[in-house]
């Protein structure tokens, strides 16, 4: 007779743990947007800085959640497949561009501003990794919001201005009527 064998102890990478880290990062996620709702539920007027930091709080815990990394490992493998552009697919591509507008240019192109092109183009395409899909689309995303930042400021300090006004017609009208309902109490007991 053998005696029973311990069980195995978990492996690092189980689905248990997974899930485990999956629901933490998602808690962590949510919790970076929690300075831009504090922001937005707030009677102070916000301003541009408050937004841009409470803005970068809620991106970097979405930037942090293991399903965006994944993202760039499906752009990695759907580039790799010829599924969409790759580094080397691009770079043909703009090199056949850049090649046919110089040839097809009414005036002669000055070859250090060609020079200038390519040593930015290397320059760009020397990052370490281009990023995922989800990434570009985050990054694309924040880019918008930053363009747009006085104006959401505006829109937010609009909404809050209205809020206010909102409260004190509320008030009055309940002063009002706190006003006539004493004064018909008076006018019941005559």
Do not use: C
């Amino acid at each position: 007779m053998t005696a029973p064998r311990p069980p195995k102890p978990p492996r690092k990478g189980s689905l248990l743990s997974g899930l485990g880290q999956f629901s933490m990062s998602t808690v962590r996620a949510t919790r970076g947007f929690s300075p831009l709702l504090k922001l937005l539920g707030s009677e102070a007027d916000a301003t541009r800085s408050d937004l841009s930091e409470a803005l970068d709080s809620a991106f970097a815990g979405v930037y942090q959640h293991p399903l965006l990394q994944q993202s760039g490992r499906l752009t990695g493998y759907l580039r790799h497949r010829g599924l969409i552009p790759n580094e080397q697919s691009t770079e043909e591509l703009i090199r056949f561009l850049v090649d046919q507008a110089m040839a097809r240019s009414p005036m002669p192109v000055p070859q250090a501003l060609v020079d200038e092109f390519w040593l930015f183009f290397n320059e760009l395409f020397a990052s370490p990794e281009l990023k995922g899909l989800g990434e570009l689309g985050l990054d694309m995303v924040r880019l918008v919001l930053k363009t747009y930042e006085p104006m959401l400021v505006e829109i937010v300090n609009l909404l809050k201005a209205g809020r206010r006004f909102n409260q004190w017609q509320l008030d009055e009208v309940m002063r009002r009527v706190a006003l006539l309902r004493t004064d018909l109490v008076i006018m019941r007991r005559q």
